[in-house]
C-alpha cells in the first residue's frame, strides 16, 4: 500500500519551532518523578530535529507515563492498558510519513503488554519506543511489576514480592529481528538525551529502557546508583555513542562495546553489579516490516475496479 | 416439499439439454433436487460438491451449497462423525437457502453415509450412490461393516445403487482416491443433464493455478464418471433452467465479504486466524495486495483490532475479521473506538458458543454482546447481512456508516452464510463506494476535535497529518478539546454525543420490507442467515391460504424506523433465530424465568409487543419444513 504522499507541504515550512511550540498543558506527574525528564528530553529532541507537530504521533497504553502524549503539543493515542504497541503499529503501517513515538510503562509493556511488545520487537516497524521503567505501578498506588526487584514491599506484596525481576533488556534481545536496545537512566539528561535521539535515528523499532525514579512509591529504590557514578557503566563506540568530555569527567566507569554483537549485548544486559547506560544492540540492516509489506501499488479507482473485474471474473458463472 | 411429486415423465428428446441422448433413459423433469457429495476428510468430496454448483450455476440454475464439514482437519477415515463433503440444492428458480432433506447422496464410503442418515438429513426415498470397493476390502471387518449397512439401507426404503469408484478411476489413475471426485462429477453431470463443456471450463477454472497435465487428468476422470453413468444408470435428470438475465457470480459469503473489504475503499484488514472467518482473510490476503491493500496477520485478537483501530486513526476506516471467542477479546478495544470515536469494521462470523462452542457450524449466539459489549455504555452500530450478496454490499455500507457517524460497525454474519453458495448479479463497480482520500488540510484556527453536534451528535474529525489539528485522543472521558475531563457534565455531554449518533442514523434508514400481506395473523421477524428459509417457510404456508408475513432485519442497532407499526398489525408475532431460547414447555420454564431469543427480548423491549421466539442450536442451517411445522403451530395455539 502507498499512501499518496503529502511530504512535498513540508518543505514549505521555513519556521523554526521552540520547545514551547511541544509542549501542552502542565505535566500532572508528582515532584521528582523521572517521567519529567523523559518529557523535557523529548522536546528538546522534537525542536532539535525541527519535528513538524502535526507529522507526529505519540502513542501511549495506560499508566502513569501513559499521560504523556497529552502534554506534547503534537497527535497523540493515549490508548488502553497494554495496546500501545498494536495502535503504533496499526498507525505506521497505514502512514508510512508520520513519525511515531510510543510511551509504555512496566506494567503497560512487559506486563499486560507482554505479548505485542514481543511481536512488535519481531515486526521491527519503524517507531521509536520509550519503556518508562520506575519498577512499580504508580497509578494504581503501588503493586510489584514485573520489573520490580525480588523482595519489593507493595500492597499487593506486603511482605516482599516473590519473583526474580524480569529484565526487559535480555527478553528484548532475545527476539528475532530485534534491532535497536538501549537503556538510558532519568538521572543523567545529557545521556537519556543522546540516546533518545539515537534511537529516533535508528530505521525500525527502537527500544529505549529508562530506569525511571518513582518518588512516590519507591523512593530510595536508585539512591545508591545516583551517589555512587561507578555503579552506571556507560557503553561507548565508534558506531554507537561517544562520551563527552563532561559526562566522562564524571563517569568514570565505561565499556567500549559494540553494538553489533549481540552475544556481549546480552552478558552485558545481565549485568547486575552495574547498570549499563547506553545502545546494547544496533543492526541497521534488519528490515522493517512496513517496508517488507510495501506493495508499491498507488490505490486508485481505476486499480480497485480492475482488481475487482479480474475477480469477478473469476467467479462468473 | 418433495420434488418428486412434482415432476414428469418427459423423453430424453424433451429434455431439452445438448447432453441427453435420444436413446437415453427417460429424463425426469423436476423443479428442484438436493444434492450431497460426501467423503472422509481430504477426498475431495467438497471440492466436487463445490464444482457442481457452479457448474450449476452456469447452467442458468439457482443453487445453494451447503459445506459439511467435520470438527477436525483430519477424523479418522471411515468415521460416521467424519463427514466432510458438500450439500448442493439445485432448482429451476432463485434458491434462497438449503432447504430440506436430500434427495441423491454420493457417498465414498458407508461410515460417512450413516453420519448423514442419523441426522436425518437424507429424504426417506433418497437415492445413494455408494462407493463399492468395501464390499469386497481385506479387512474382514470393514467388508461386514459396509455389508451390513448396505442391506439396512435398503431395507430402510433407500434407493442405494452401488457404484464401483474406485475399480473404474484405477483404470486411469493410480491413485484413485485423488481422482474419485471428478469422476462423481462426471456422473452427477451425466444425471442432471448438465452439459460436458459446461464442467470442463469449471475444472479449468478450479485447477486453473495449476499445471495443464492436472487439468487434463481431472477432464479424464470427468468424462469416464460421465460415460460410466450413461452406461449404467437406467434414470436421468433434468432441472430446467431460468437463466438470470444479467451476469451472474457465485462465491460464498466470506469470499463475498472480501471482495466487499475490496469495493469499499477500506485498505487494511488486520485479523487473526479463527475459524469460520478466517477463509475470508485467506482469500483477501490473496487479492488484496493487488488493489494497494494489505491484510495484518496480528499476534493476538487484541492486537488485531487495537491494530486497526490505530490504522483507522492514522487514515481511512479499517476492517477487522473474526469469530465469537475474537470478538470477546476485542471488546475493549471496540470500546476504545467507540470512546475516542473512531471509525472501524468489525466483522463477526458467527459460531456455536459460548467459549469454544461449536467452530465450525453456524449460531446466532452474538447478537446481544455485538449490541451491547465492551464495559460502560458503548454505542455501536450492528449490521446482519442475510444473503452471499449482501455480505459484499454490507462492507461498503458499513464503511461509509463508519466513517459518516464516526463510529464502530459491527457486522454479523455466521458460518453458514460464510461456506454457503449462491449466485448473485455480478456487482457493477461504482466509484461512490471508495473511501475519498484522507483528509489532509489544514485544520480552521478554534477548531475542536470533539465539537459535537447538538443534534446528531456527530462531529468532525482531525487526522494525523492535519496542520492545527493536533490533540490527543484517549479513552478516558474527555472535552470537546479531548482534554481529559474532570468536570462531571463534560462525561454526560460525551455519552449523549456518542448515543446521538446512533439514533441520527436511524434517522436516514427506511423501514424493513414486509414480505407477505402487510397485516395478518402471524409475523415472523428474523435477521441474518435464515431469512431465506423463513421466507419460503411463509411463502409455503400462505399458498395454503394461512395469513403469515415476514420481515427481515438488516440492521439491529439502531433498528430501522417503523417496525412497531408493523408489529402492532398482526395478532401474533414471533422471531425465529439460530440461538438459544428457553422452551416454555419445560417444567420450570413459566414467563417469569423464560429466556427469550436475543431479537425477541430487544423486540419485546423495544416495542412493548408480545413477541414469542422459536429458536434452534444445532448448528445447522433452521430447514424450512421445520420453520413451517413451527409457524403451524403458532397459529393453532
Not at chain 1, 502524549?69 to 500501545?84: D, E, L, N, Q, V
Not at chain 1, 535497536?180 to 543523567?188: G, K
Not at chain 2, 444479467?246 to 463475498?256: E, K
Amino acid at each position: 500500500m502507498k499512501f499518496s504522499s503529502t511530504e512535498c507541504l513540508l518543505d514549505l515550512y521555513e519556521e523554526k519551532l521552540e520547545l514551547e511550540d511541544y509542549q501542552s498543558g502542565v505535566p500532572r506527574w508528582c515532584t521528582g518523578c523521572g517521567d519529567n525528564a523523559i518529557l523535557t528530553a523529548v522536546q528538546r529532541l522534537c525542536r532539535d530535529e525541527g519535528l513538524r507537530p502535526e507529522k507526529t504521533v505519540f502513542v501511549s497504553g495506560i499508566g502513569c507515563s501513559s499521560r504523556f502524549p497529552h502534554y506534547m503539543k503534537t497527535y497523540g493515542f493515549h490508548g488502553i492498558h497494554g495496546r500501545a504497541l498494536p495502535i503504533a503499529e496499526g498507525i505506521r503501517l497505514a502512514r508510512p510519513d508520520l513519525t511515531i513515538f510510543v510511551n509504555t510503562g512496566d506494567g503497560d509493556c512487559c506486563s499486560i503488554g507482554a505479548a505485542h511488545w514481543i511481536h512488535a520487537l519481531r515486526y521491527n516497524m519503524n517507531l521509536t519506543v520509550f519503556l518508562h521503567d520506575n519498577q512499580i505501578y504508580g497509578l494504581t498506588k503501588k503493586q510489584a511489576s514485573p520489573t520490580s526487584p525480588i523482595g519489593t514491599k507493595s500492597n499487593t506484596t506486603p511482605r516482599g514480592s516473590y519473583l526474580d525481576a524480569l529484565n526487559p533488556l535480555s527478553v528484548a534481545l532475545g527476539v528475532a529481528n530485534a534491532s535497536f536496545i538501549a537503556q538510558a537512566v532519568d538521572w543523567i539528561p545529557e545521556s537519556l538525551f543522546e540516546i533518545v535521539k539515537a534511537a529516533y535515528h535508528h530505521k525500525g523499532f527502537s527500544f529505549v529502557r529508562i530506569l525511571q525514579r518513582c518518588p512516590e512509591w519507591l523512593p530510595k529504590l536508585h539512591e545508591a546508583d545516583m551517589q555512587e557514578p561507578d555503579a552506571v557503566q556507560l557503553l561507548h563506540h565508534e558506531n554507537a555513542l561517544q562520551i563527552s568530555p563532561n559526562l566522562a569527567k564524571v563517569y568514570k566507569n565505561q565499556l567500549k562495546h559494540d553494538p553489533l554483537d549481540i552475544h556481549r549485548a546480552r552478558e552485558i544486559a545481565s549485568s547486575t553489579d552495574v547498570v549499563p547506560v547506553g545502545i546494547l544492540y544496533q543492526n541497521r540492516e534488519i528490515p522493517c516490516y512496513e517496508d517488507t509489506r510495501q506493495t508499491g501499488i498507488l490505490r486508485t479507482p481505476d486499480i480497485v475496479r480492475k482488481g475487482l473485474e479480474a475477480e469477478f471474473d473469476k467467479y462468473e458463472v | 416439499m418433495s420434488a418428486q411429486k412434482t415432476s414428469k415423465k418427459t423423453t430424453g428428446k424433451s429434455a431439452g439439454k445438448s447432453s441427453a441422448k435420444a436413446a437415453g433413459p427417460a429424463v425426469t423433469e423436476l423443479k428442484e433436487h438436493i444434492v450431497e457429495i460426501i467423503s472422509d476428510s481430504g477426498e475431495g468430496a467438497q471440492r466436487c460438491g463445490q464444482s457442481l454448483g457452479s457448474i450449476a450455476a452456469r447452467m442458468g440454475n439457482g443453487i445453494w451449497t451447503t459445506e459439511i464439514i467435520p470438527a477436525e482437519i483430519r477424523p479418522p477415515a471411515r468415521s460416521v462423525a467424519g463427514a466432510s463433503g458438500n450439500r448442493i440444492r439445485i432448482g429451476s428458480g432463485y434458491i434462497t437457502n438449503g432447504g430440506d432433506q436430500t434427495d441423491l447422496v454420493v457417498a465414498f464410503n458407508e461410515q460417512v453415509l450413516l453420519g448423514r442418515v442419523r441426522a436425518r438429513e437424507l429424504k426417506p426415498n433418497c437415492i445413494i450412490l455408494l462407493e463399492s470397493m468395501w464390499r469386497t476390502h481385506n479387512d474382514i471387518n470393514i467388508a461386514m461393516a459396509y455389508k451390513e449397512t448396505y442391506s439396512r439401507l435398503v431395507e430402510a426404503g433407500y434407493q442405494v445403487r452401488e457404484v464401483p469408484m474406485e475399480q473404474e478411476c484405477l483404470k486411469l489413475t493410480p491413485d484413485a482416491k485423488r481422482g474419485k471426485n471428478m469422476f462423481a462429477l462426471g456422473m452427477l453431470c451425466y444425471l442432471y443433464s448438465f452439459d460436458l463443456q459446461a464442467a470442463r471450463d469449471q475444472i479449468a477454472l478450479t485447477f486453473g493455478k495449476k499445471a495443464q497435465t492436472i487439468i487434463d487428468a481431472n477432464v479424464v476422470l470427468l468424462e469416464a464418471g460421465h460415460k460410466w453413468a450413461s452406461e449404467n444408470f437406467d434414470y436421468r435428470f433434468c432441472i430446467p433452467a431460468t437463466p438470470a438475465k444479467q451476469a451472474q457470480i457465485a462465491t460464498n459469503g466470506n469470499t463475498a465479504l472480501a471482495l466487499g473489504v475490496m469495493a469499499s475503499g477500506m485498505e487494511l484488514c488486520a485479523m487473526y486466524p479463527i475459524t469460520p472467518a478466517t477463509s475470508a482473510s485467506h482469500y483477501l490476503s490473496d487479492v488484496f495486495e493487488k488493489v494497494g491493500g494489505l491484510v495484518h496477520q496480528a499476534e493476538d485478537e487484541i492486537a488485531a483490532c487495537a491494530f486497526a483501530v490505530g490504522a483507522s486513526y492514522a487514515s481511512k476506516c479499517t476492517v477487522t475479521i473474526t469469530s465469537g471467542p475474537g470478538y470477546s477479546l476485542k471488546q475493549e478495544a471496540i470500546g476504545l473506538a467507540v470512546m475516542a470515536e473512531i471509525p472501524l469494521v468489525v466483522v463477526n462470523v458467527q459460531r456455536g458458543g459460548p467459549s469454544t462452542g461449536q467452530p465450525t457450524k453456524s449460531e446466532q449466539g452474538d447478537l446481544m454482546t455485538a449490541i451491547y459489549g465492551s464495559h460502560g455504555d458503548a454505542p455501536k452500530v450492528v449490521m446482519a447481512p442475510a444473503t452471499i450478496e449482501e455480505c459484499f454490499y454490507s462492507m461498503i455500507t458499513a464503511r461509509k456508516i463508519a466513517e459518516s457517524f464516526n463510529t464502530v460497525v459491527v457486522v454479523l454474519t455466521d458460518a453458514m452464510l460464510a461456506t454457503s453458495q449462491q449466485p448473485f448479479a455480478r456487482p457493477q463497480f461504482n466509484e461512490a463506494w471508495l473511501a475519498p482520500p484522507i483528509d489532509q488540510s489544514a485544520v480552521p484556527d478554534g477548531a475542536k476535535p470533539y465539537d459535537w453536534d447538538a443534534t446528531t451528535g456527530i462531529a468532525r474529525r482531525f487526522i494525523p497529518g492535519q496542520p492545527g489539528g493536533m490533540h490527543t485522543v484517549t479513552g478516558l472521558a474527555h472535552d470537546r478539546q479531548s482534554h481529559v475531563a474532570y468536570d462531571p457534565d463534560i462525561n454526560q455531554e460525551g455519552l449523549r454525543a456518542r448515543s446521538l449518533k446512533i439514533a441520527a442514523l436511524q434517522k436516514t434508514l427506511l423501514p424493513p420490507e414486509v414480505v407477505g400481506d402487510d397485516k395478518g395473523d402471524l409475523l415472523v421477524v428474523g435477521w441474518g442467515s435464515t431469512k431465506g428459509a423463513i421466507e419460503e417457510a411463509a411463502a409455503a404456508l400462505r399458498a395454503e391460504g394461512k395469513k403469515v408475513s415476514s420481515v427481515h432485519l438488516r440492521f439491529l442497532q439502531p433498528m430501522q424506523p417503523g417496525i412497531k407499526e408493523i408489529l402492532q398489525r398482526f395478532k401474533k408475532v414471533m422471531t425465529i433465530e439460530t440461538n438459544w431460547s428457553d422452551d416454555p414447555a419445560d417444567e420450570i420454564i413459566d414467563e417469569t424465568n423464560r429466556r427469550y431469543s436475543a431479537l425477541a427480548t430487544l423486540l419485546r423491549a423495544r416495542y412493548l409487543v408480545d413477541v414469542d421466539c422459536w429458536t434452534e442450536v444445532k448448528g445447522q442451517p433452521v430447514k424450512p419444513s421445520t420453520i413451517r411445522r413451527v409457524l403451524l403451530d403458532k397459529l393453532q395455539k
